[in-house]
Protein backbone atom coordinates (compact mmCIF):
# COMPACT_ATOMS: atom_id res chain seq x y z
CA UNK A 1 0.00 0.00 0.00
CA UNK A 2 0.79 3.80 -0.55
CA UNK A 3 1.27 3.86 3.21
CA UNK A 4 3.58 1.06 4.09
CA UNK A 5 5.89 2.09 1.59
CA UNK A 6 5.89 5.77 2.94
CA UNK A 7 6.65 4.27 6.25
CA UNK A 8 9.45 2.16 4.95
CA UNK A 9 10.59 5.13 2.80
CA UNK A 10 11.07 6.98 5.85
CA UNK A 11 12.78 4.44 7.70
CA UNK A 12 15.32 4.12 5.10
CA UNK A 13 15.67 7.82 5.62
CA UNK A 14 15.90 7.73 9.51
CA UNK A 15 18.64 4.85 8.68
CA UNK A 16 20.64 6.78 6.35
CA UNK A 17 20.78 9.25 8.65
CA UNK A 18 22.41 7.85 11.20
CA UNK A 19 24.83 6.22 8.95
CA UNK A 20 25.76 8.62 7.50
CA UNK A 21 26.40 10.59 10.90
CA UNK A 22 28.42 8.20 12.12
CA UNK A 23 30.66 8.91 9.34
CA UNK A 24 30.41 12.33 9.74
CA UNK A 25 28.96 12.77 5.74
CA UNK A 26 25.86 15.09 5.90
CA UNK A 27 26.09 16.41 2.10
CA UNK A 28 22.37 17.74 0.88
CA UNK A 29 20.88 15.71 -1.45
CA UNK A 30 20.90 16.44 -5.42
CA UNK A 31 19.04 13.67 -6.57
CA UNK A 32 15.81 12.05 -5.36
CA UNK A 33 14.96 8.79 -7.28
CA UNK A 34 12.12 6.99 -6.78
CA UNK A 35 11.46 4.06 -8.78
CA UNK A 36 8.96 2.40 -10.86
CA UNK A 37 5.13 4.12 -11.01
CA UNK A 38 5.37 4.89 -7.12
CA UNK A 39 5.23 8.72 -7.59
CA UNK A 40 1.78 8.31 -9.43
CA UNK A 41 0.45 5.96 -6.35
CA UNK A 42 1.63 7.49 -3.13
CA UNK A 43 -0.42 10.96 -4.28
CA UNK A 44 0.87 14.31 -3.81
CA UNK A 45 0.70 15.04 0.46
CA UNK A 46 2.57 11.19 0.88
CA UNK A 47 5.41 12.44 -2.07
CA UNK A 48 5.53 16.01 -0.07
CA UNK A 49 5.78 13.95 2.95
CA UNK A 50 8.55 11.78 1.32
CA UNK A 51 10.83 15.53 0.13
CA UNK A 52 10.33 17.36 3.28
CA UNK A 53 11.66 14.65 4.98
CA UNK A 54 14.81 14.14 2.98
CA UNK A 55 14.84 18.00 3.05
CA UNK A 56 14.82 17.96 6.85
CA UNK A 57 16.72 15.27 7.10
CA UNK A 58 19.43 15.57 5.01
CA UNK A 59 18.63 19.48 3.04
CA UNK A 60 17.89 19.79 -0.63
CA UNK A 61 20.28 21.55 -2.80
CA UNK A 62 18.63 24.50 -4.68
CA UNK A 63 17.03 22.72 -8.12
CA UNK A 64 17.41 19.16 -6.61
CA UNK A 65 15.95 16.41 -9.05
CA UNK A 66 13.62 14.44 -8.05
CA UNK A 67 13.06 11.49 -10.80
CA UNK A 68 12.31 8.21 -11.51
CA UNK A 69 13.52 5.29 -13.46
CA UNK A 70 11.92 5.43 -16.75
CA UNK A 71 9.21 7.35 -19.10
CA UNK A 72 5.83 8.44 -17.34
CA UNK A 73 2.61 7.09 -19.66
CA UNK A 74 1.63 10.50 -18.38
CA UNK A 75 -1.67 10.08 -20.82
CA UNK A 76 -3.03 7.27 -18.94
CA UNK A 77 -2.62 8.99 -15.92
CA UNK A 78 -3.09 12.27 -16.43
CA UNK A 79 -6.25 12.89 -13.96
CA UNK A 80 -3.64 11.23 -10.82
CA UNK A 81 -0.56 13.65 -12.01
CA UNK A 82 -2.45 16.74 -12.75
CA UNK A 83 -3.38 17.28 -8.78
CA UNK A 84 -0.10 16.03 -8.01
CA UNK A 85 1.79 18.55 -10.15
CA UNK A 86 -0.45 21.39 -8.45
CA UNK A 87 0.15 20.46 -5.10
CA UNK A 88 3.91 20.02 -5.32
CA UNK A 89 4.02 23.48 -7.49
CA UNK A 90 2.50 24.84 -4.73
CA UNK A 91 4.56 23.54 -2.42
CA UNK A 92 7.61 25.63 -4.40
CA UNK A 93 8.59 22.44 -5.97
CA UNK A 94 9.21 22.94 -9.62
CA UNK A 95 7.53 19.66 -11.69
CA UNK A 96 9.19 17.61 -13.99
CA UNK A 97 8.22 15.05 -15.95
CA UNK A 98 10.03 12.08 -17.45
CA UNK A 99 8.37 11.24 -20.38
CA UNK A 100 9.16 8.42 -23.92
CA UNK A 101 9.27 11.57 -26.53
CA UNK A 102 5.76 11.93 -28.03
CA UNK A 103 3.57 14.28 -28.91
CA UNK A 104 0.79 12.71 -26.99
CA UNK A 105 2.89 12.72 -24.10
CA UNK A 106 3.65 16.34 -24.53
CA UNK A 107 0.02 17.50 -24.18
CA UNK A 108 -0.80 15.22 -21.74
CA UNK A 109 1.99 17.09 -20.13
CA UNK A 110 0.75 20.21 -20.75
CA UNK A 111 -2.87 19.38 -19.19
CA UNK A 112 -1.31 17.43 -16.13
CA UNK A 113 0.42 21.19 -15.14
CA UNK A 114 3.96 20.04 -15.26
CA UNK A 115 6.41 23.22 -17.14
CA UNK A 116 8.98 21.26 -17.60
CA UNK A 117 9.44 17.79 -19.42
CA UNK A 118 12.53 15.37 -19.90
CA UNK A 119 12.52 13.50 -22.74
CA UNK A 120 13.22 9.92 -22.19
CA UNK A 121 15.97 9.17 -24.27
CA UNK A 122 17.09 5.37 -23.79
CA UNK A 123 15.62 4.17 -27.08
CA UNK A 124 18.01 7.03 -28.91
CA UNK A 125 21.37 5.32 -26.73
CA UNK A 126 20.56 2.04 -27.31
CA UNK A 127 19.74 2.21 -31.36
CA UNK A 128 22.28 1.46 -33.93
CA UNK A 129 22.16 2.17 -37.47
CA UNK A 130 18.77 3.64 -39.10
CA UNK A 131 17.14 3.11 -35.86
CA UNK A 132 19.52 5.69 -34.65
CA UNK A 133 18.83 8.50 -37.13
CA UNK A 134 15.24 7.49 -36.67
CA UNK A 135 15.26 7.84 -33.03
CA UNK A 136 17.37 11.16 -32.75
CA UNK A 137 14.43 12.34 -35.16
CA UNK A 138 11.83 11.26 -32.64
CA UNK A 139 13.98 13.06 -29.91
CA UNK A 140 14.15 16.05 -31.96
CA UNK A 141 10.56 16.07 -33.42
CA UNK A 142 9.35 16.00 -29.48
CA UNK A 143 11.73 18.81 -28.27
CA UNK A 144 10.50 21.05 -31.14
CA UNK A 145 6.90 20.43 -30.22
CA UNK A 146 7.09 20.05 -26.52
CA UNK A 147 8.68 23.93 -26.95
CA UNK A 148 6.22 25.34 -28.85
CA UNK A 149 3.40 24.08 -26.99
CA UNK A 150 5.31 25.87 -24.05
CA UNK A 151 7.18 23.19 -22.08
CA UNK A 152 10.57 23.92 -21.39
CA UNK A 153 12.39 20.14 -22.31
CA UNK A 154 15.02 18.75 -21.09
CA UNK A 155 16.48 15.39 -22.13
CA UNK A 156 18.39 12.37 -20.45
CA UNK A 157 18.50 8.80 -20.13
CA UNK A 158 21.81 6.58 -21.08
CA UNK A 159 23.48 9.49 -22.97
CA UNK A 160 26.83 9.46 -22.52
CA UNK A 161 30.06 11.53 -24.32
CA UNK A 162 29.96 9.62 -27.07
CA UNK A 163 26.22 10.11 -28.38
CA UNK A 164 25.34 12.86 -26.56
CA UNK A 165 25.99 15.62 -29.04
CA UNK A 166 23.72 15.18 -31.57
CA UNK A 167 21.17 15.86 -28.46
CA UNK A 168 22.79 18.43 -27.64
CA UNK A 169 22.76 20.49 -30.66
CA UNK A 170 19.06 20.62 -30.40
CA UNK A 171 18.40 24.34 -29.79
CA UNK A 172 15.25 23.12 -27.96
CA UNK A 173 16.66 21.06 -25.56
CA UNK A 174 17.95 23.54 -22.52
CA UNK A 175 18.87 20.73 -19.75
CA UNK A 176 20.48 17.67 -20.16
CA UNK A 177 20.22 14.66 -17.63
CA UNK A 178 24.11 12.32 -18.43
CA UNK A 179 24.28 10.99 -14.68
CA UNK A 180 26.72 8.42 -14.17
CA UNK A 181 27.73 8.06 -17.57
CA UNK A 182 30.47 10.98 -16.92
Request: proline share 5%; hydrophobic share 45%; glycine share 10%.
Amino acid sequence: SPESWLDAALAEIELAARVLAASGDRRPVQTVFVGGGTPSLLGAQKLITLLRAVDHTFGLVPGAEVTTEGGLDVTSQEQTLKPICERLGAAGIRVSLFIDPEPSQLDAAVRAGAPVVELHTGAYAEARGEALARELARVEHAARYGARIGLRVHAGHGLNYHNVAPIAAIPEIVELNIGHAI
